[in-house]
């Protein structure tokens, strides 16, 4: 699978985040729609999170805010949101960053946003970039390509002309061997005698295409 080195999955978060963002910046300013209210969870233990240790040790990994009836002075910044909710009667000052939210939800119209965790899609880029076991880093290692020497041209071999290939007369192909000696020395004999007739055979041909030409 192809590396996203545009980090399409950070974009579109961010993107989603700016649609929050705008939600509650219009809720802030005029109100709430209609039926329109909104669930919204985040992590308690994320950085930037403000909130009263109560809620902290009551809620120490998530928590859920509900913005319908009892909220006030709802302010949105660029990056986290500021609200005053009332909890069993006492009333809180939170404030949550937007990295933090992990969905927001409006009940009234099934609309909900789901969000990961900002430093686990960090852990995760970080991961992929990291190389792994038995995989060199991006240009360690590498070696500055060596050509080989090119071939030496050697001379072409020269075959006289004029000299025609030597053919046998089919009675000399067709000839039996002569009988076969025994003993050492009678092969010998018989090997050497045939050397002798085949040069002779080879001297005759020559001389004879001499005669001829």
Do not use: C
């Not at 805010?65 to 302010?75: E, G, P, R």
């Not at 990291?130 to 070696?143: C, D, I, L, V």
Request: charged content about 25%.
């Amino acid at each position: 699978m192809a590396k996203d080195i545009l980090r399409y999955d950070l974009m579109v978060q961010e993107a989603l985040k700016g649609v929050v963002r705008k939600i509650l910046t219009e809720a802030g300013r005029d109100g709430l729609p209609g039926d329109h209210h909104f669930y919204v969870t985040f992590r308690s233990t994320a950085p930037g999170v403000r909130l009263s240790q109560r809620l902290r040790d009551k809620h120490p990994e998530e928590m859920t805010i509900v913005l319908q009836h009892q909220f006030w002075d709802l302010n949105v910044s660029e990056h986290s949101f500021e609200v005053g909710l009332s909890f069993s009667g006492v009333p809180e000052r939170l404030l949550v960053p937007f990295d933090a939210i992990t969905t927001f939800f409006d009940p009234s119209v099934q609309f909900g946003l789901k969000f990961e965790a900002q430093d686990a899609v960090e852990g995760a880029a970080v991961e992929d970039d990291a190389p792994g076991p038995g995989k060199a880093p991006r240009g360690a290692g590498s070696e500055p390509s060596v050509s080989p020497p090119a071939p030496i041209a050697l001379p072409a071999k020269v075959t006289p002309a004029g000299v025609p290939a030597l053919k046998l007369k089919p009675a000399e192909r067709d000839a039996e061997p002569a009988a076969k000696t025994s003993g050492k020395a009678s092969a010998k004999k018989a090997e050497t005698d045939e050397g002798e007739e085949a040069g002779s055979a080879q001297v005759v041909s020559l001389d004879a295409f001499r005669k001829k030409t």
